[in-house]
C-alpha cells in the first residue's frame, strides 16, 4: 500500500501576498462603490420620489402612491366548511 505524504508547508512570498491584498483591495473597493451608487448596477424604471409626480385626485394608476394591483390566492375554507361545500 502506497502511503500518502503531503507536500510541506510553502510560504507565501512577498510579491503573491501583495497581488492578493491588491485584489481584495481592488474588491472591496469595487462592492463600496457599487452599493453607494444612486442609480445602482441596473437602470431603474421607477422614478425616484423627488422626480415623479403626486397622484391627482382620482388617479389611481402611473403616479407617485398609485394603487398596485395585486393577485394572491384565496385562503383555504376551513374543514367543516370544505365537507359541506362538497356535499
Known amino acids: 500500500m502506497i502511503e500518502y505524504e503531503p507536500d510541506a508547508y510553502r510560504p507565501v512570498n512577498r510579491r503573491r501576498r501583495f497581488l492578493l491584498a491588491l485584489l481584495a483591495l481592488a474588491t472591496a473597493s469595487l462592492v463600496i462603490w457599487a452599493m453607494t451608487r444612486r442609480e445602482g448596477m441596473l437602470p431603474s424604471t421607477v422614478p ?3 422626480e415623479g409626480q403626486r397622484c391627482a385626485q382620482g ?3 402611473g ?3 398609485s394603487i ?3 393577485i394572491a390566492v384565496p385562503p383555504a375554507l376551513p374543514a367543516s ?5 362538497s356535499r
Open 59 to 61: 388617479q389611481t394608476e
Open 48 to 50: 425616484m420620489p423627488n
Open 81 to 85: 366548511a370544505a365537507a359541506a361545500a
Open 63 to 65: 403616479c407617485l402612491g
Open 68 to 70: 398596485t394591483r395585486v
